[in-house]
Each structure stands twice: as structure tokens, then as C-alpha cells.
């Protein structure tokens, strides 16, 4: 049986859009902030474009989408070799829809996850498509929203090498 554990997180998020007068009035400071955590490269952040931010940058709402499309994708590799599935490509384009609440904050409805998955071997396509379930069920991103994850996924059979 395997051991249950705490696990500890740590970042350290930094404001860096104080143009020289603090938080004076709305328009007078950026939502520039950066992601710390030691041993990592930073992570320039800021709010998302129609909340003042900088698009060039992650916003928070990039940031819960990333960590559900990469949880689910690193759960369901785990699950693919624990059913003797071998993966050879994968790729999700993820989408999710956030609604404001008229006072100021709001929150994600849904997110759907698209991943194209290619799998060696087309025995493996069963396993593969149900290794999907698996992974959602073991995704410690997707147990820790209020809100529904939706899996709409293609898996496809490696061409023949050449």
C-alpha cells in the first residue's frame, strides 16, 4: 500500500508595476508581477488584458488552465503505463470559460481538455481512451476546482515508420 503524504508548495509572487507612485489611482500602476520559486527560471506574470494587464505576459487565468491541461496530461501518462499503453505524441488545446459577477470578481464555469493523443500500437486504443477516466480521477488540479473538466479526446494509432 502506498503512503500517504503532505506535500508543501512555496513561490514567492512579486509586484513589479509601481511606476513611482504606488497604487495612487487605477491607472497609475501596472499588474506586472513576478513568480518566484528557487531553482526555476521566474515567471513574468501580470493580470489578464481586459483587467489593465499586459497580454504579453501569464495571467492567472492562463495559469489554472495550464495546470489542469499539464495535470491531466502527466496523470494520464501515468496511466497509460500502468495499462501497458505506449504513447508516442500528445497535445491539448484547452479551453476554459471564466464569467465575471458584475461586482468586481467571478469565476471559471468549465474548462474542456482536447488532448490528441497517438498511441504505438492500435491493440492499445481501448486502454488508451479509458486511461483518459484514470487520469482524471488521479489529477490532484482537476479535485481541487469547483467546477466541471471536460475531456474531449482523440486518440490515434502511430503511422508505420517509414
Known sequence: MASLGEHHYALTTTWTGNRGTGTSGY???TRDVTIGIQGKPDLL???DKPFRGD???WNPEDLLLAALSECH???YLHACVTAGVVVTDY???ATGVMREDGRGGGAFTEVTLRPRVQVADESMLDAARSAHH???EWCFIANSVNFPVHHEATVIVAPAPA
Do not use: N
Open 134 to 136: 484514470t487520469a482524471h
Open 91 to 93: 497535445r491539448d488545446d
Open 73 to 75: 496530461l502527466l496523470s
Open 27 to 29: 491607472r497609475d500602476y
Open 55 to 57: 497580454p504579453g505576459r
Open 45 to 47: 506574470a501580470s493580470a
